[in-house]
């Protein structure tokens, strides 16, 4: 079948921490399987958390004793990979049939990734992608992946790969994925701009593949009872914006604003070919006379020991 149903799951990591946001995913299960959808993608940081506004007590040149505390927090609502909230995923995909792109913060070590974890019914936790290059501040608390965690996942709708937030705005980064022959362009983020949304189209349409794009949602300042230096106390930290686009650039569902839910879409995977008969990137319309790029796939480990 080349039909399929798929869905970006709306929602925010909650202020009780990892076990409630768990608990949170799990309850969509009913609604995964009355939609049929064979993949839901989930937003960047989802389990861990996205801690918009929080400076961790840095300044430049020193870092004060309430950040350390502040990073302890957060290292400690971090999940290993594989652990109990992966086990509590890869149940939920077998139990549901579809493939799951969850977004997470993952613990290695005294290190932490922001990364993309895959579930597929028959292996649970295939695959993980790390985000290479966190983006301004975000470098502070995560640290940067390797080549080694670029995958494609043969799932249930078709061949999946994921980039993460700004990730997406990598050129090179994105061809190397277009070069692995996906079919859905899995994006989990926290960006909640205008632009984000043309960036998802654009990315459909260069790439010729479909995209499921899964924002997070997070209450305003006021409603969380927080203060974030220059923010509006009643706008929402983050507003969603989740979207499906068709390989030519066409919208197929969403933006979803402001609220929580299963945005779900019906694709057909058959529209790849015809949507690449006039523009297939690393195909017919490369140059490699011209272009080449080079991807280095070996993990790079900061310590190595030879024997």
């Given at each position: ?179 692995k022959g996906l079919d859905i362009w899995c994006a989990p983020t926290v960006d909640e701009r205008e632009m984000w949304f043309a960036t998802m189209r654009h990315i459909a349409c ?71 008969y006039d523009f297939d990137v690393t195909g017919h319309y490369a140059r490699p006379d011209v272009f080449e790029l080079v991807v280095d796939e070996r993990a790079k480990p900061g ?5």
């Amino acid at each position: 079948m080349s039909k399929s149903i798929v869905a970006a799951l709306q929602i925010g990591s909650l202020p009780g921490g990892k076990a409630d946001t768990l608990d949170q995913i799990l309850s969509y299960e009913t609604a995964i399987r009355e939609a049929g959808a064979k993949l839901v993608v989930m937003p960047e940081a989802l389990l861990g958390g996205y801690p918009k506004g929080e400076g961790f007590g840095t300044q430049l040149g020193y870092r004060l004793p309430e950040g350390r505390e502040a990073f302890a927090r957060y290292y400690d609502n971090a999940i290993d990979v594989p652990g109990a909230e992966t086990d509590a995923l890869a149940a939920l995909s077998e139990r549901t049939g579809a493939d799951l792109v969850v977004g997470v913060i993952e613990r290695s070590g005294h290190s932490l990734y922001c990364s993309a974890l895959f579930f597929t019914p028959q292996a649970g936790l295939a695959a993980k992608h790390r985000k290479l290059m966190p983006t301004g501040t975000e470098r502070l608390i995560w640290a940067k992946g390797d080549g080694s965690t670029l995958p494609v996942v043969e799932g249930e709708a078709g061949r999946l790969g994921a980039a993460i937030c700004w990730e997406n705005y990598m050129p090179l980064l994105r061809t190397a994925m277009y070069a692995k022959g996906l079919d859905i362009w899995c994006a989990p983020t926290v960006d909640e701009r205008e632009m984000w949304f043309a960036t998802m189209r654009h990315i459909a349409c260069e790439g010729r593949s479909f995209v499921v794009s899964a924002c997070q949602v997070q209450d305003s300042p006021a409603a969380l009872g927080i203060k974030v230096e220059g923010w509006a106390d009643d706008r929402p930290l983050i507003n969603g914006g989740s979207v499906i686009v068709g390989p030519l650039g066409d919208v197929l569902a969403g933006p979803m604003t402001g609220g929580r839910g299963l945005l779900v879409a019906e694709i057909d995977t058959a529209d790849l070919v015809r949507a690449r008969y006039d523009f297939d990137v690393t195909g017919h319309y490369a140059r490699p006379d011209v272009f080449e790029l080079v991807v280095d796939e070996r993990a790079k480990p900061g310590v190595r020991f030879i024997q």
